[in-house]
């Protein structure tokens, strides 16, 4: 009998310990910021409107992520007008492990072309940014968009979100090649897909 009772003692303790030891994994929260929308159209070139594309893709993102571990949270689900510091207001209450701000570029120059990212120089959160918006540039260039520089800026978002946050311009409207890209479904799945295996 005390036999018994010692096994069973050793084998709770066992149990006791496992539940102790065990962490499940913490959700990794990432914030999609949609540039524009509402009256502010961004970047517009043949009648397409950037805010319209952003719209598009980062609900693909989202629609997308299947990973249970992963949160994709859209801070602009439809054509509406925020404010940037509304937009910083909602991050900084989520307090997020990152934060994308999705945008398209574009140039007088028409042959300019490809993905790019920029980074706060904010010292807190500067080095994890930039390994973000390398993996992510690394992931989203190709044969379709050309892999562009990460560089500094201090944009509203970047330097008033107090987590890592990048803005990604993902090719330039401007550009013939790049615009045929975005404005396919395909070429909209593909950026979507990738953004969500570089934030995994």
Do not use: W
């Amino acid at each position: 009998m005390k036999t018994n009772i010692k096994i069973l003692g050793i084998f709770s303790a066992v149990i006791l310990f496992a539940l102790l030891a065990f962490k499940p994994l913490e959700k990794k929260v990432i914030v999609i910021d949609a540039g524009h929308g509402g009256q502010d159209l961004g970047a517009v070139a043949n009648g397409v409107q950037e805010k319209t594309i952003l719209e598009t893709i980062s609900k693909k993102i989202k629609a997308l992520n299947k990973d249970s571990n992963v949160e994709i949270v859209l801070l602009r689900e439809g054509d509406h007008f925020m404010e940037l510091s509304e937009r910083v207001s909602i991050i900084n209450k989520l307090n997020p492990d990152l934060v994308i701000s999705l945008h398209i570029n574009s140039s007088e120059n028409m042959d300019a072309n490809g993905v790019q990212a920029f980074v706060s120089a904010k010292k807190e959160f500067y080095e994890k940014s930039k390994e973000n918006a390398e993996k992510i540039i690394n992931e989203v260039s190709g044969e379709n968009l050309l892999k562009g520089k990460i560089a500094e800026a201090n944009f509203y978002i970047l330097k008033n979100s107090n987590c890592p946050a990048i803005t990604l311009e993902i090719g330039y409207l401007s550009n013939n090649k790049d615009r045929v890209y975005l404005l396919s479904e395909s070429g909209q799945n593909e950026i979507a897909t990738k953004i969500l295996e570089s934030v995994k």
